[in-house]
């Protein structure tokens, strides 16, 4: 019930940045932690930043210090800052949400998807 579309997937060359944006919406509910999954052909998902709802953020050791993850809650969206972005960052990045459903006879919490958007990095 919880829809989450992704934009700002595209083409950069090494070095370059790039912003991603994730927004959820939906009816009745409430979100918990959110964050960026990626998956790159012959490799395994990689969690690549998460946020809490209270703002707390996480991040793969390999972007650590160039992605800078950010969540609006007042509009349901979380961003993902990409800078000095290398040709090992390509790939297709998935945003996540942890949802609770408000509307249904018990609440029900789940973990949303987003459709995935493209980042290739190559000169």
């Known amino acids: 019930q919880v829809e989450l579309v992704e934009s700002g997937g595209g083409l950069v060359q090494p070095g370059g940045s790039l912003g991603l944006s994730c927004a959820a919406s939906?009816?009745?509910?409430?979100?918990?932690?959110m964050g960026w999954f990626r998956q790159a052909p012959e490799k395994q998902r990689e969690l690549v930043a998460s946020?809490?709802?209270?703002?707390?953020?996480d991040y793969a050791d390999s972007v650590k210090g160039r992605f800078t993850i950010s969540r609006d809650n007042a509009e349901n969206t979380v961003s993902l800052q990409m800078t000095s972005l290398k040709p090992e960052d390509t790939a297709v990045y998935y945003c996540?949400?942890?949802?609770?459903?408000?509307?249904?006879?018990?609440?029900?919490?789940?973990?949303?998807w987003g459709q995935g958007t493209q980042v290739t990095v190559s000169s």
């Open positions: 939906g009816s009745m509910f409430a979100l918990g932690a």
């Open positions: 946020i809490s709802s209270n703002g707390i953020t």
């Open positions: 996540y949400a942890q949802a609770t459903l408000l509307g249904a006879l018990k609440p029900t919490s789940y973990t949303a």
